[in-house]
């Protein structure tokens, strides 16, 4: 998108990963201003046009759902308004309904990446419980305990319409390429919401 003229300002919590994007921006010769912040805590009103968020950047994978609503109201309070937009992915809770989470993470394993172990679901709270392994910058295996929760069509359209988004869309999103043209299915495991103020 800097390549493309836009101003671009990029946040994460974790610093190695706000390095690695700021020597990728300067290895591509763009300017993007980066920081450090927590997305439950944003202190940016009213400041930007689009606030994207893709591959599950914090939402949903905070323990209660109260953070993961937290993270949707700091983005919609960081957007101009009117016509400020919010394009975001979620895992899509109707995959589960009809498939086993697991064998699909199982199967999207590759060479040199991390290990997915123990995972369950609970119908009850949509919420996948599961364990990860992964070689850390130093080259050491860490071990990372995650809650993921897993949301249907219509909470998100709840949520976003709560927050006071007029105009709210939800597609299909393939891993890793997300297009308008993707209508939602229960084979989908992520859904893309485009939301506007």
């Known amino acids: 998108m800097a390549k493309r003229g836009y101003n671009v300002t990029g946040i994460d919590l974790s610093d190695s990963m706000l390095n690695k994007a700021r020597e990728k921006a300067r290895k591509a010769g763009v300017q993007i201003a980066f920081g450090k912040y927590d997305a439950r805590e ?18 949903p994978l905070m323990e209660t759902d109260e953070m993961n609503f937290k993270i949707l ?46 995972s369950t679901f609970d119908l009850m709270t ?5 364990t990860t392994t ?5 080259g050491k295996e860490k071990e990372l305990k995650s ?12 949520m976003l319409k709560s927050l006071g988004f007029k105009k709210i869309d939800i597609f299909g999103a ?5 297009s308008r043209n993707d209508k939602l299915t229960t084979e989908d495991f992520e859904m893309l919401a ?3 103020k």
């Open 42 to 59: 944003l202190p940016f009103r009213g400041e930007f046009d689009l606030a994207i968020m893709l591959c599950e950047g914090g939402f």
């Open 73 to 118: 109201e700091n983005a919609k309070n960081a957007l101009k308004e009117p016509g400020g937009k919010l394009i975001f992915t979620t895992l899509n809770g109707l995959f589960p309904l009809f498939h086993s989470v697991k064998d699909f993470l199982a199967s999207q394993q590759k060479d040199g990446t991390s290990k997915q172990g123990q």
């Open 147 to 158: 809650n993921e929760r897993y949301y249907i069509p219509s909470e998100i359209t709840w």
């Open 174 to 178: 393939k891993l890793g390429a997300f």
């Open 126 to 130: 949509f919420r996948d419980h599961n």
């Open 194 to 196: 485009v939301a506007e």
């Open 134 to 138: 992964f070689i850390d910058d130093s």
